[in-house]
């Protein structure tokens, strides 16, 4: 089937709409991965533990749970362009609100700021997911909703590099133990000037955000998936949840994006540990357990490509759980192996999750029609994972050691059973699939 095909319906074609579309889809990638490393620059910047860092995963992934339902229905109500459009509105504001959080210098206003973005997030993901679905035939939505998630870790790849090589590297190179011995003079000094460097990539891509408003604003946009604009919130709830397909997509996204975030964001811890025992300083040991992160997010990029590609010849849900049984294997490396190769068991996995998300989300939504602008609420509803489950890894993680092993390659029991739920999905989709159930 040609790419024209994926992008046209009844003789309509979508590029430009798609194109458009689809570079929001690395926006948010940026916004995800340029804050997941984050999680242990707040913690030097502020003097905190690793749980109280991942306080920036709650506040983040919070608010894509808070504002999915509210996005779902004024998209309802008015149409995916305007809820685009409000997504990056949000984004936009919440990414400059980094300025003042900085000039008060106190870490719960860089927690609203985060919020305030992600619930412009959750717009976007509740918009463009389905209104890139809807932009063909039904038939070839999955392959088209993996294709464009095939941006989302180009922006993922961008906000690593970003993150590495303009916060973490420019940061200031005490590590935590020689910052606990300041005293309150010299840790505000510092901190103001770590925060400096934290907050400018965010106010670029604030403004970057700001353009593009302008031009999906002046764009004029399909409305084929926009037939209804009653609410009908329980009736439609009720109609979508008794869909059992929809219904264990939501618990298995809900697994998926945990086990995401828990690799991408304790790769940081993982790497550290282990190249600080090869004789390493703290600081350098993070930038190249960054660089090892884009290693593993190039994979997932790369991976998505391949992944939409065979997914003419095998059925979704069958490479869902080929895939989840992939990363159970290297999970089981990464808390077996107390070296480098763990490490490199922690990176393969990302080549096993980059068909996840988009998989999940398009088999859950197949044949909602309309409804999937709440079903899809509920999805992104479901990225609430990656701000439950990675909380409960950090606590693990500052035990220091379990069982007299290394708590961080202990903590990630957690992923593991998480890839064992998607790929529970993954076969129970393909059955329903082979016996013709829905």
Known sequence: MSKQSILSKDGVSYVLPFILVTSCFALWGFANDITNP???????????????????QVAFYGGYFAMAFPAAMFIRKFSYKSGVLMGLGLYAFGAFLFLPAKMIGAFEYFLIAYFILTCG????ETSC???????GTEETATRRLNFAQCFNPMGSLLGMY???????????????????LLDDAEFNALKEADLSVLITPYLIIAAVIAVMFVVIFLVRMPKNGDQSHDI??????????????????????????????????????YGTHYFMQEGMSERDA?????????CAMALSCGGRFICTYFLKYI????????????????????????????????VGISGCMSLMFPTIYGIALQGLGDDAKFGAAGLIMAILGGSVLPPLQASVIDMKEVFSLPAVNVSFILPLICFAVVAAYGLRMYKYRVSGKS
Not at 129 to 135: F, R, T, V
Not at 246 to 267: L, N, P
Not at 286 to 294: A, G, T
């Open 121 to 124: 997030l959750s717009f976007l």
């Open 38 to 56: 984050m999680v242990k620059a707040f913690s030097k910047i502020f003097r905190m533990s690793v749980t109280d860092g991942t306080l920036v």
């Open 286 to 294: 993070e930038v190249l357990s960054q660089q090892y992160n884009i």
């Open 232 to 269: 009908n919130f329980i009736p439609t709830l009720k109609r979508i949840c008794g869909i059992k397909r929809y219904r264990e997509g939501v618990i298995a996204q809900f697994f998926y994006v945990g086990a995401q975030i828990m690799c991408w964001t304790f790769i940081i811890q």
């Open 315 to 346: 059925n979704p849900g069958k490479l869902l759980a080929i895939l989840a049984f992939g990363a159970i294997l290297l999970t089981a490396g990464v808390i077996c192996f107390q070296n480098r190769y763990g490490v490199y068991c922690l």
């Open 129 to 135: 997911n389905p209104y890139i679905l809807s932009m």
């Open 162 to 180: 970003v993150a590495m090589n303009f916060i973490q590297a420019r940061l200031d190179p005490r590590d935590t133990d020689a910052r606990a």
